[in-house]
Every structure is written in C-alpha cells, then in structure tokens.
C-alpha cells in the first residue's frame, strides 16, 4: 500500500483543486458560520438504563486472523482512512491517496476518504475540519487543550451526507447547515459507518460518585439522536472502532467485528504480533483490516492460519509502561517457529489461583515486583536459569550484577531485562562525605544539621514505606511465611518517619530547597542535572552522593525492574521459552528500553545510547563534562547489587494502616508494631 511514492498533485482538475486547497489553507475568510446546539439528554438516555443489563457477547469460535506488516520508509503515519494516509516528518505533513502525494497544512491531525472526497482535521485551537468544498467547520475547544501534537484526535464518520466527527472524548454532527454537539456525559470512544448506520461507542460511568466505573456500550447514531444498543462485555476496554463491512472494535487487548447478528472474535493482539498502545489508527480496505503504527500499517487477513500456531504460554501481571505483551507482539510479528500466547492476570491471587487448577503456563511475568516470583521460586514452581544465563554472561555483554542481584540462595530463577537504579541523593556537604549512610542516625544527623524545616520534605507515610521497600527484606521473609516487625529496629522506623509531615499542608511548598530526595538514576545525564541543581543551592555545593536506603544491608544503590521473567519448571517447551526469553536481551528489545525511561541490561546497547550525547553538536567543554558523570553512573551501575523490593499491596496496606495510629499519637509503637506482625503472619500464612 506504500508504494510507487510521487510527488505530484493529482492529474484531474478536481484533484488539483483539493490539493490547492489544501496548500492555501484554512484561513477565517474560508470558514462559513456555523451554529453549534446541543442534542438533549433525554435523546441519549432513552432506554439506556433498562439496557445496561444486555451485554453482547463475542463469538470464541471464531477464525483468527494472521497480521501482514508493511514498514513506511520515510516518516510517521498519523491517520489512515480507506485509501488514505496521513503521515507527518519533522514540520511537514502530507496525504497519500490513490498513489498520488499532496502536501497539507502542518496541524492537519485526521482524514476521512469518502465519495471521492477527502475531510481533513486541523489540530489547532480550536480544532477546526477542512471540508471537501473549502468550507471550514469550528469545533468547539471543549477538551481545553490543543490537539495535533502528533497523534490523530480527530475521527469521522459519514452516512447519508450526514458527517459525525469525535474529537478526543467529544462527538458533533454536522448536516451542512448546523454543528450539534451529541450527549457529552458519554465520552465518546469511536465511531463507524456500516451499512448504512453509524455507531458509536461511548462510556457512561455507573454507580455513586465513590464507586462509580466507566463501562462501554454500544449506540446507533440517528441524525442528533442517540440510540442505545446495549453493554459491551469485551477483553478490555474499546480503544478504537472503525467502520466498513462490519463495525471493528480494538481494545488493549484484543479485536472483534460487530454485525447485528452478532459479535465475532478476530484474536489477541498479541497473538497478532500487535500491540494496543502502538497502534494510531485503524480502517477497513479490501483485502482486509488496516492497523496502522507509526512506522508503518497491518493489514489482516481472515483465516489464513488455521487457527493460529501459538506454541508457548506466558501468564502476566501487566507493568506501568505495558513493556512485555508489546515485546511479546514483536516476537511473534519476527518468529515463525515459535509463537506466544500473552495471557494477562489481574492480581497476583488470579494467578496463583490459575496455577493451583493446573493452568501451567510456559512463561511468568510480573511487573515492578518480584517478591511474588521470590515466592514462586521457592515453591519450586520456577526453573534455575543460571546456566543459560551464565553462557549470555560469558560474552561479556551484560552487567552481570543485574543477573546476580535477582538470585535466591544462589540460584536465579528470574531476572529483569530492563530496570532502573534506585537510591538516596544527598549533598556531600551534608553527609561529610561519607561512602555510606550505614544507619537511621547517619541520615538523621544530616536532617537535624538543617533544622526541623528539613523533615518537612515529605509525609510520613511517604517515609515510611519507602525505607520498607528498600529494607524489605529486613522486616519481610516471604519464601518462610515469617515476619520481623516487633524489634527495636523497626521501633526506630517508626519513630525517625514520625518526624516528618503529617499533611499535604505541613509539607515545604517549596521543594526546590529541599537537597534530599529518593532518585531513579536511568541516564547519565540524571546526574547531570541533580549536581546543576545542587550548584545553585551554593550552601549545598554540588558534590552528590547516593547512597542505598539505611534499611539495606547492602553496599550499592537498589536496582528497580520494568518487569521481571521467569521460565516454569512444569514447561514442557523449556528451549522453546528460553528462546523468548533470551530474546527479551536482544538488541532489538534492549534499545527500547531508554523510551521508558528505563537502562538495558546489555553493555553494547548501553554503551551506542550514552554516544549519541558526544556524538551531537555540543557546546566546547560539554563532552568532558559529560564523560564525567558518565564515569560516575558507571561506577554506580557496575555496584548496584540488590533488588528494591516494592511490598505486596496487602502488606504494603497493613504497614500504613496500622502505623497511621502511632502517627496520630493513638498508639504505641510497640501496639502497632504487635498488629502489624500478626496481620502480616496472617497474609503471608494465606499466601502460603
């Protein structure tokens, strides 16, 4: 489909019209007045609420589709429509129709092809829509904010010269005439044409204010008039819809296509080599549905797989970033031999509960933490991967004490491909230069050289649970189901958090004067700019140290996971799944780690990032001073050497429920530590 580029305007005198149009732009003098109503609730809610109930359930059985990608060669793809292509580089932004390549105005943010007519959104503010015969139509600035930053707000439907236009969560219509605004305390998700009909997707949030949730329904759009279908029972929630022989929705997780008979499920994203927060847009085409990333466009094709050829299992806990389902889709778009279905698990209990009823998978993930794998481990429910990870090892390739960090008496059963260093910044005016903060005193004689103004740098609660992460395991024993909260250790946790702010209100506004602070160190540039800070704080100076929480035994910073992996000892495809595994520390996967703000664990990878810095246009001197900070965040890297151990939500809830009554000067800290233990023994006798 991006093929046989050209540069030209169109050949036909229509065509050359529209691209002048386009190249003019859409000045006020070009925009006819519109007048912009509002459709009443009662059209929106008719038989809304008696229909909550009737949910419309996809159809399993259904063929899987197979995803065919086409990369774009040269810039980003911001829209499609049918057979158009928005696409942006740099400041400039052009269309693709029918082979034939027209420069468009640079805010241009959504295309509609419809009836040998093009529809473009303009992203200014406000939002404003470019029709086919030059006319401009103003929509109201609703959302508040600007759209056309590079992503395409701006979705159109069309019926019966009937025009329906969304922009972020809002939805107007426009007969030529006038621009009324549909229901706006739906927000509105997509919209398509099909068969005649437009629909609609919106999310109506039910239940009191407190307990209230947003949950999808489907609607027919009848000229201003909004008719409910029902609730959408679907894997997730809608992310985008399109129109053509049928309606296809995409949510984070999977596709359906809705006819009025009913819905038919077309796979797992991943499973499609696919992932939901790439994806910009989608459209239906002839020879099949059209996914469109910014790189380039899937088009999938109904049943020519047979069903699918998944050959592995990997049960995951999502992360924050959604990093590996969407390594998981790459490996699948990239392999033939070895296919991987990503099975997401809510909580950790859902999960353990799977594996209890024989749901063994090939592969676990879980998110930001590994105490849960820890648990598994000892359980015996996960493989040892030290001999495969000391055969990676050996190429001297990897920071080895990532790896190392992660083993459990020795052994590694899980790692994490990607992380961050996690640690305490503190001028070393404050701290006499000390290597280490060994103890709660060492840090509390920095605080008191500042007066009782320094401890109003953060809540109590705040305090509190992050010296518990970092000494987790101090206070936590999981693998033996045993706890350690009633010592003089943690009495004096309690008391050093109890100095801090007790409000948002008793907080310091102004945080800039504060020189502690807890970090996530991922670039060397991070310690470029806390010692810039410190400069300017000259009392401070700009000497930094960071250092491990006092709670940790150990001597360098704690290393954060994006995620953490594992292989099950029950796998009956344990090469098959190592291979997936390994391939989480390719180059390929390793390079996307700084997008979210993450370090890959490959020396190489690490090494080509840190270049790009010296390799740009740098004032004279820069490259010297950044080889400096450089050498550093090594050296803090090469030493990082334990895990910063987010408590399990339900220990984490325990500890600051009951030591918000020490707090408030309710109990002792003996009383609350004696609670604390008994609840945590009970959790973790639970769990076990």
């Not at 609703?142 to 922009?167: M, R």
């Amino acid at each position: 489909m991006i093929q046989n580029r050209k540069r030209w305007l169109f050949a036909t005198l229509w065509l050359l019209l529209i691209g002048l149009l386009f190249l003019s732009g859409c000045d006020e003098s070009d925009r006819s007045p519109t007048n912009t109503s509002q459709t009443s609730v009662s059209s929106v809610y008719t038989d809304t609420l008696s229909l909550k109930d009737t949910a419309l359930m996809p159809d399993e059985s259904a063929t899987t589709y197979e995803a065919q990608y086409t990369p774009v060669e040269d810039g980003t793809i911001l829209a499609v429509s049918q057979d158009a292509i928005l696409m942006c580089e740099q400041d400039q932004r052009w269309l693709e129709w029918r082979d034939e390549w027209t420069k468009v105005q640079s805010e241009t943010v959504g295309v509609l092809s419809y009836d040998d007519s093009i529809y473009l959104a303009l992203g200014s503010d406000p939002v404003s829509i470019l029709l086919p015969d030059g006319q401009g139509l103003e929509l109201p600035n609703q959302a508040g904010f600007l759209s056309g930053s590079g992503t395409a707000y701006v979705h159109f439907a069309i019926e019966d010269k009937l025009l329906y236009v969304l922009n972020e969560t809002y939805l107007y219509s426009y007969d030529g005439q006038a621009l009324t605004s549909m229901e706006d305390s739906v927000q509105w998700r997509g919209i398509g044409a099909v068969d005649g009909n437009v629909y609609a997707v919106g999310a109506i949030r039910t239940g009191d204010v407190e307990d209230s949730a947003l949950l999808d329904y489907l609607f027919l759009l009848d000229n201003t008039a909004c008719v409910c279908l029902g609730r959408l029972e679907l894997e997730g929630a809608v992310q985008k819809l399109c129109g053509g022989k049928a309606l296809y929705l995409m949510t984070d997780r999977a596709l359906y296509a809705w006819t009025e008979a009913s819905f038919t499920y077309l796979g797992s994203l991943v499973d499609l080599g696919l992932s939901g927060d790439s994806i910009v847009d989608m459209t239906e085409a002839e020879d099949g549905l059209l996914l469109a990333e910014a790189q380039g466009i899937f088009t999938l094709l109904p049943g020519s797989n047979d069903g699918g050829s998944s050959t592995l299992t990997a049960a995951y806990i999502p992360d924050s970033w959604g990093t590996f389902p969407t390594a998981m889709a790459a490996f699948n778009r990239t392999h033939t031999d070895i296919q991987v279905k990503a099975v997401a698990y809510e909580t950790e209990a859902e999960l353990s509960l799977s594996l209890t009823v024989g749901e063994v998978p090939d592969i676990i993930c879980v998110g930001d933490n590994p105490a849960y794998l820890q648990t598994l481990a000892s359980k015996d429910v996960l493989q040892p991967l030290d001999d495969n990870l000391d055969n990676l090892s050996r190429q001297g390739n990897y920071f080895e004490n990532i790896f190392s960090a992660c083993a459990i008496e020795g052994n590694t059963y899980f790692f994490c491909p990607t992380y961050y260093l996690y640690g305490m910044q503190v001028p070393l005016s404050l701290t006499g230069g000390a290597a280490q903060l060994n103890t709660l005193d060492d840090l509390e004689h920095a605080f008191q050289s500042l007066g009782e103004d320094s401890y109003r740098w953060m809540l109590k609660e705040d305090m509190l649970y992050n010296l518990i992460c970092d000494g987790y395991t101090a206070f936590i024993d999981e693998q033996n189901a045993t706890a350690f909260f009633e010592t003089e250790a943690f009495y004096a946790v309690l008391e050093f958090c109890n100095r801090f702010a007790a409000t948002q209100q008793d907080l310091v506004l102004d945080n800039a004067n504060q020189p502690f602070s807890f970090v996530r160190l991922y670039d060397p540039s991070e310690l470029m700019r806390f010692s810039v800070k410190m400069e300017e704080k000259t009392e401070y100076g700009s000497r930094v140290g960071y250092y491990p929480l006092p709670l940790s035994s150990f001597n360098g910073l704690g290393i954060g996971g994006s995620y953490f992996v594992g292989l099950c000892a029950a796998s009956q495809q344990q090469e098959a799944a190592w291979e997936v595994l390994r391939y989480l520390l390719s180059d390929e996967v390793q390079e996307k780690a700084s997008d979210t703000f993450c370090l890959p664990v490959s020396r190489s990878v690490c090494e080509r990032i840190w270049n790009q810095v010296l390799n740009q246009d740098n004032p004279d001197g820069y490259n010297e001073y950044y080889r400096g900070f450089r050498a550093q965040f090594e050296t803090l890297l090469e030493g990082a050497d334990h895990l910063n151990v987010a408590a399990a939500p339900a220990i984490r809830d325990i500890i600051l429920e009951e030591a918000a009554a020490y707090f408030a000067g309710d109990k002792s800290a003996e009383a609350v530590s004696a609670n604390i233990q008994n609840r945590a023994l009970l959790y973790l006798a639970e769990q076990s």
